[in-house]
């Protein structure tokens, strides 16, 4: 991994064009994008504890959100976006690729949501802090995943919340994950680099070193009747909500 100081640059361009190959694709929920919208259910409802905890929000409310600010990192078409903005919170979000950002802005149009959505890398964007951060299936797609998490952390307001998930690096997410959902066509061929996941301790590591603390770990998990859902089992998929220590 890179120092910090010598590049802000984290996206692989490689992996920019592959996701905005697929910008006019990722509102359908069967077509090459299906397994996102079946996972996002689970990470909002992981979203919506975590808010719930973190800022004392009344679990009854609908908008527990209210007069707070969100970003979504690595935002596609709006996915996380949308939900954020329905809990109340004012939402920007952020992507490589200016099709995804294009595409994003015309479905948040089309369904009357004022969501600002900005293309380019995080690190050259001015666009202050925020007291919700979430970057959701991104870390695994960055060259370097210090930098990136630097650059998250410092758009991270005072008291603010962090929520990231991303795929282990186990040997069941090497056999799932990236052999058998290629080959049945369950995620796009060349959606994930194995050796690029990153595990749950390493992680939290990396956080540590920048000042911030890991207040609640689950897994993502799979099984037959039951789908995806929040589990201790994290053999495939995590998600973890951080804080400033």
Request: aromatic residues 6%.
């Given at each position: ?32 994008m299906a397994s996102l919208h ?9 979203i919506r504890e975590s808010v ?59 369904g009357g949501l004022d969501i ?130």
């Amino acid at each position: 991994m890179g120092n910090a100081n010598v590049s802000t640059v984290t996206i692989r361009p490689e992996e920019q064009k592959f996701f905005a190959d697929l910008a006019k694709d990722w509102w359908n929920p069967k077509g090459k994008m299906a397994s996102l919208h079946q996972v996002n259910p689970v990470r909002m409802a992981f979203i919506r504890e975590s808010v719930d905890a973190h800022f004392g929000a009344d679990a009854r409310s609908i908008r527990p959100l209210e007069g707070k600010s969100a970003l979504d990192v690595g935002c596609g078409a709006g996915l996380v976006c949308e939900p954020l903005a329905r809990l109340g919170a004012h939402v920007t979000g952020v992507d490589a690729a200016q099709d995804n950002v294009a595409a994003a802005a015309a479905h948040a149009e089309a369904g009357g949501l004022d969501i600002r959505y900005m293309a380019g890398e995080l690190a050259s964007l001015d666009i202050g802090s925020f007291d919700l951060v979430t970057a959701l299936e991104v870390v695994e797609h960055v060259a370097d995943k210090r930098t990136f998490l630097a650059d998250v952390a410092k758009r991270l307001a005072p008291g603010g919340l962090l929520v990231i998930s991303t795929p282990n690096r186990t040997a069941a997410s090497r056999l799932l994950l990236v052999g058998a959902a290629e080959a049945v066509g369950y995620v796009p061929k060349g959606t994930h680099h194995w050796e690029d996941f990153i595990q749950p301790e390493e992680l939290e590591g990396l956080l540590a070193e920048l000042g911030l603390e890991v207040t609640q770990r689950r897994g993502i998990a799979w099984r037959p009747g039951k789908g995806l859902h929040l589990s201790d089992d994290e053999a495939l998929n995590y998600i973890v909500s951080a804080r400033r220590v």
